[in-house]
């Protein structure tokens, strides 16, 4: 499984070529899509991608940092010349985008190859992997459970070696949620840090990949300023050290309850610990919180969200098509007047607000991801099946406080061989702060990861 620097660094000494590695993880997708239902297309384009990429390098000018590092990206995103479903079948996937979404066009820039695109469940409005449009979306630790969502396939395809990193979406978890269930590390950034339109204060592109280090490589590239999204930030990502914010003596929340929901299970709990006592040893100042939150508070967000997945579906040409489950869901939305629609959004602001209060004491704040290990691939996730998104209440709330949370693999459940995430969440704008911890907790965690593989795997694995 090479890194963004191993491709890089055998491409620059001759010992691989771009046309090679793209070859092989483009056959090796077949056999991760036959065993986790990852992958929506093969991007046809790939192979006469890398071989320009071949010449560049043989003519010693390579295109950027990326040039012919192989990446795969969530189905949510426009690439020109490829179909997008969103996830859903109440869209025509056989008619190709004419464009590439923003982050899309950073990449290229920089010479990474799109690969694929992953599967994803309708409009990512599901913290599991179930689509109308693909089927069931499986975890390759285990493919009888579920590799979480949005960016299920995204994550799922990771997970088995399948390219250098990826680029997935999260409007209340699914970038992260995929990456705790299926042993990776990610971002999503402060809101506006990856420049994406149409503009949103809620939904962000997210980096995911099997070390925290690639996930640098990803935002450094994708973060950064652009005029056709302009509630972008300024400027672009720079990473810092660990010392160097370490030698900040930070403040470190360690937050376990939200005040509503599943309660995080045993081995949860014990993960996070464990990340904070090292975290202590390094010099923090460590404390607990908790958050009063309740399902009043959630029921706001979930309305916001319902109407947001509404207005695609009635606005799309197959509407009756949607899931099922998600069908169900959004039925409240069809009773909601703007003015009820204004009543949820402002309560959700005042519910920021009040967390933002909460925790302002604090640099970072360490948490769980998701409150259970895992569930079954055809749950649509842990509890109660009517309420699609209430399971997300450690991830969900940083994205309405635009607040950058990035996730690493802490441990792995001795019962279950499922491995399990932690969050470092940071303050507005410190992108590079919870990175520098999420990567100096994964360090340190005591054990390296053996991601699974199946048939075909490229670079050496079986």
């Not at 000494?13 to 093969?42: F, M, R, W």
């Not at 309850?257 to 309660?263: I, K, L, Q, S, T």
């Not at 309420?387 to 693999?409: D, G, I, K, R, S």
């Not at 992108?431 to 999420?438: F, H, K, R």
Request: glycine content about 10%; charged content about 20%; aromatic content about 6%.
């Amino acid at each position: 499984m090479l890194n963004v620097n191993q491709c890089r660094a055998a491409y620059l000494k001759g010992d691989l070529k771009p046309s090679e590695v793209i070859a092989a993880h483009q056959q090796y997708a077949q056999s991760v899509a036959k065993a986790t239902n990852a992958i929506s297309v093969l991007n046809s384009h790939a192979p006469d991608q890398a071989k320009e990429s071949d010449k560049r390098y043989a003519a010693g000018e390579p295109k950027g940092p990326l040039d012919g590092v192989p990446v795969i990206v969530k189905d949510s995103y426009h690439v020109a010349g490829l179909p997008r479903w969103h996830g859903s079948a109440i869209h025509d996937g056989d008619l190709v985008s004419a464009f590439s979404s923003e982050p899309i066009e950073r990449l290229e820039e920089a010479g990474a190859i799109v690969i694929a695109k992953g599967t994803m469940p309708d409009m990512g409005m599901l913290a599991s992997g179930i689509s109308s449009q693909f089927g069931i979306v499986r975890n390759p630790w285990d493919v009888r459970m579920s590799p979480g969502g949005s960016s299920s396939g995204v994550g799922a395809a990771l997970a088995s070696g399948l390219a250098a990193f990826g680029l997935g979406t999260d409007i209340a978890g699914s970038v992260r949620l995929p990456a705790a269930h299926c042993g990776l590390a990610a971002i999503k950034p402060t809101q506006g840090r990856i420049a994406y339109s149409p503009a949103s204060v809620m939904r962000s592109s997210g980096v995911l990949a099997r070390t925290v280090a690639d996930v640098i490589e990803g935002l450094a590239v994708v973060g950064q300023q652009l005029a056709s999204d302009p509630w972008c930030l300024p400027g672009r990502f720079v990473p810092v050290t660990a010392q160097q914010v370490l030698a900040r003596t930070p403040r470190v929340g360690v937050l376990l309850d939200m005040g509503y929901g599943v309660a995080p299970g045993p081995q949860i709990v014990a993960a996070v610990e464990s990340a904070a006592r090292r975290l202590n040893d390094m010099g923090c100042i460590v404390e607990p919180i908790s958050l009063s939150l309740t399902d009043a508070d959630f029921d706001n967000a979930d309305r916001v969200f319902k109407a947001h997945a509404a207005a695609e579906i009635r606005g799309s040409r197959h509407p009756a098509a949607v899931l099922g489950l998600v069908a169900e869901w959004v039925k409240e939305a069809e009773g909601l007047s703007m003015a009820d629609y204004e009543d949820a959004m402002n309560g959700l602001l005042v519910t920021v607000a009040r967390i933002q209060k909460a925790i302002e004491q604090f640099d970072y704040l360490v948490t769980p991801v998701i409150p259970v290990v895992g569930f079954p691939a055809e749950s649509p996730g842990p509890g109660d099946n009517t309420e699609l998104l209430h399971h997300t209440q450690f991830t969900a709330w940083w994205n309405q406080t635009t607040q950058p949370a990035a996730v690493y693999c802490e441990a792995m459940d001795e019962a279950t061989h499922l491995p399990i995430g932690v969050q470092v969440v940071g303050r507005r704008f410190d992108d590079a702060g919870v990175l520098a911890l999420a990567g100096v907790l994964e360090s340190t965690r005591g054990f390296d990861m053996e991601f699974p593989t199946f048939e075909e795997a490229p670079d050496g694995n079986e």
